[in-house]
């Protein structure tokens, strides 16, 4: 039983290996016309592809039933009547992103042009930033990530800011390779991206210095909306159109959704400078998890109510949350990482030769970016550092979709990189 | 107390098609008897896809709310329910999977969801999946470790070529080989066939 047998394929040979793909959603456009014609010229083909789709259906079954946790058709029946209000039908052409957001993403069309505009952001300041959008300019000319230190995955797509002077600080790269330059307008101030977060092929970038947040739909490469964020936002995270902002020296986490606004002061406001605009918010389910780095505690938040419901008091200074498996794993910019437990418990330390400050988790290992220069690779499992590469000025790591990993490697430019950290490409960069 | 069961015993016959029917008219009972059926069969497989029991139930009470409030999404002539809505779900916890902090659309840009293959309908094909199912999870642990791998890889993890060829370490070619290797003999015995 050994299919591994070096030989060449026949034709036929190849589009049933290509079909197999076809079936799973593996296959190129290109790949996809190549099998779509072979279909239409050989029935027996077509016979194959529905025995390979009931196969793939029998595999979806083939995991067996369990039972959810307690309570989870209480769970659904509250949000069934949580979305009663949502009106029917909704039009098919329309591209909805999911049942919670169905309400808001039609109601937004009906809005006039620019509902979004906070009041505390000038309209001539948007306006010039739409106006100005009608004017790309030749990416040829543009010094694409002079200084990067946001990076943010969307789709295929990555899209990456700069801390500089000038029009064009944020850029999208497409699936191809592509750069496009994204106009921002003048936004008054000089820049300083804190964090950035993407859902729904928009991306949401925090800025510092001018205390808002820049909605970029990445598609476009535009700027499509402007939020007025709290003083010294830094902590950013989306959900279900639900944006959260963690203010690093005010203490304060805010909410905007549908235009409303909740604050909630969960730390003393401290003074600090802009480089230590630092802090994390991780909604997951109805707690959500908060940063206070000024007093070097994670906050758990009812993310409803936003009523404070734990402190914990880690000490150090932790400045950024990610998920893995059904633990939190934090990192202290004093130089640890932890995991703690749902509840909040904390489970292992480890600790690291540098200051993190950014993280991200791929598979089963944490990466985390030190200003210093250092990027670590941490096994989740064993709690073990794997391997530390210098870089350049690391400010921001992103997990991407393929198992690889992107780095805003301030004046080096946005670095990809595989899971052991070997840099496949560099772009842009000073 | 006749009345009551006058009108629960039709209610509990009904199929899926004509259940999601009865959802433009907001009927809750009908939605609670889909959810019944599939919720369990709908929480292994994203159990299976994501590892984590409060994921699976997110993405499935997602899949069921979609179902819910765009019941036009389900089309009763070019598949039966439980084949739509397995192939949602893993869908949508693939999506998960790649973009475990962040939400991604369902729909691809037309609006629809992939296609799937024309099928009979009825209450009756739900049960033959899941014998189905039955079939090839013992099919599956027939397989070489490097075929059942690689068809995880493919069908559980959503993974593509690149990366199952960089995790595994065998070229590409391999990959494609040894999964069109296994399907074929899932196929076999998915019709009663023998592949020894």
Redesign the interface.
């Known amino acids: 039983?050994n299919?591994?047998t070096i030989k060449p394929?026949t034709p036929r040979?190849n589009i049933?290996?290509?079909l197999?793909?076809y079936v799973?959603?593996?296959v190129s456009s290109a790949e996809r016309q190549e099998v779509d014609s072979a279909l239409e010229q050989d029935p027996d083909l077509g016979l194959e592809?529905?025995?390979?789709?009931?196969?793939?259906?029998?595999?979806?079954?083939?995991?067996?039933?369990?039972?959810?946790?307690e309570g989870?058709?209480e769970?659904?029946?509250t949000?069934?009547q949580r979305?009663?209000s949502?009106p029917?039908?909704?039009p098919?052409?329309?591209?909805?992103?999911?049942?919670?957001r169905?309400s808001r993403s039609s109601a937004r069309v009906r809005r006039s042009p620019l509902p979004w505009l906070p009041v505390g952001i000038g309209i001539a300041v948007a306006m010039g930033a739409m106006t100005l959008l009608r004017t790309e300019p030749a990416p040829s000319l543009v010094n694409v990530a002079p200084d990067a230190v946001v990076v943010v995955?969307s789709?295929d797509s990555l899209v990456f800011a700069s801390n500089v002077k000038g029009q064009y600080p944020v850029m999208v790269r497409d699936k191809n390779g592509k750069m496009r330059p994204v106009e921002v307008g003048r936004m008054g101030k000089n820049y300083w991206f804190t964090e950035g977060?993407?859902?729904?092929?928009k991306v949401y970038l925090s800025c510092g210095a001018n205390h808002m947040i820049l909605v970029v739909d990445v598609a476009k490469a535009t700027v499509t909306r402007i939020e007025k964020a709290p003083l010294s936002v830094a902590g950013l995270s989306?959900?279900?159109g639900k944006l959260w902002m963690k203010g690093a020296a005010n203490g304060q986490l805010e909410t905007l959704e549908n235009k409303n606004v909740q604050t909630r002061e969960i730390g003393k406001a401290t003074k600090m400078p802009m480089s230590e605009f630092m802090d994390a918010v991780l909604p997951l389910?109805n707690i959500v998890w908060v940063t206070h780095h000024a007093s070097g505690e994670l906050i758990a938040l009812n993310a409803k109510s936003l009523e404070v419901e734990k402190r914990i008091a880690l000490g150090g200074a932790p400045v950024a949350l990610?998920?893995w498996?059904?633990q939190i794993i934090v990192a202290d910019v004093s130089g640890r990482i932890l995991w703690l437990n749902k509840s909040g418990k904390l489970e292992r330390t480890l600790k690291l030769e540098g200051k993190p400050d950014k993280l991200a988790?791929q598979g089963d290992f944490a990466y985390l970016s030190d200003r210093s220069g250092k990027v670590f690779q941490v096994n989740l499992n064993t709690g073990t550092l794997e391997r530390t590469v210098q870089f350049t000025h690391p400010m921001d790591i992103t997990a991407l979709?393929?198992?690889l990993l992107a780095l805003a490697d301030g004046p080096g430019g946005v670095v990809m990189l595989d899971g052991d950290l070997k840099v496949l490409k560099r772009i842009g960069g000073s | 107390m006749q009345s009551v069961k006058l009108s629960f015993m039709p209610v509990a016959e009904l199929t899926d098609a004509e259940l999601i029917s009865s959802f433009?008219g907001?009927d809750?009972n009908a939605?609670?008897q889909l959810?019944?059926r599939y919720?369990?069969?709908a929480?292994?497989?994203a159990?299976?896809v994501l590892?984590?029991?409060?994921d699976?139930?997110?993405v499935?009470?997602?899949c069921?709310?979609?179902i819910?409030?765009?019941p036009?999404l389900y089309d009763p002539r070019r598949a039966s329910f439980a084949?739509f809505f397995?192939?949602m779900?893993?869908n949508r916890a693939l999506d998960t999977l790649?973009?475990?902090?962040?939400?991604?659309?369902?729909?691809d840009?037309q609006?629809?969801l992939?296609p799937?293959?024309s099928?009979r309908q009825g209450p009756l094909e739900s049960a033959e999946?899941?014998e189905?199912?039955?079939?090839?999870?013992v099919a599956?642990e027939r397989l070489?470790e490097?075929?059942r791998e690689t068809?995880t890889r493919?069908?559980?993890r959503g993974q593509?070529?690149?990366?199952i060829s960089?995790?595994m370490e065998?070229p590409i070619g391999?990959v494609?080989?040894?999964?069109?290797?296994a399907?074929d003999k899932?196929?076999i015995h998915?019709?009663g066939g023998d592949?020894e």
């Open positions: 039983m299919d591994d394929n040979e049933q290996e290509l197999v793909l799973l959603g593996e592809l529905e025995d390979l789709k009931k196969v793939l259906l029998g595999l979806h079954f083939s995991a067996g039933e369990t039972e959810p946790l989870h058709k769970r659904f029946m949000k069934v979305s009663a949502v029917m039908p909704i098919s052409s329309s591209r909805i992103p999911s049942v919670q169905n995955s789709g977060v993407a859902e729904d092929g989306i959900q279900n389910e990610d998920r498996n059904s988790v979709p393929d198992g | 433009a907001r809750e939605l609670s959810y019944d919720t369990r069969a929480h292994g497989l159990l299976g590892g984590h029991d409060s699976a139930e997110e499935v009470q997602d069921f709310l979609k819910w409030e765009r036009a084949a397995m192939t779900v893993r790649r973009k475990r902090r962040f939400t991604t659309p369902l729909e840009e609006g629809s992939l799937i293959a099928e999946l899941r189905l199912g039955r079939t090839l999870s599956l070489s490097a075929h068809v493919a069908v559980y593509s070529r690149e990366k960089l995790e065998v391999t494609k080989s040894r999964l069109k290797y399907l899932l196929k998915m019709k592949w």
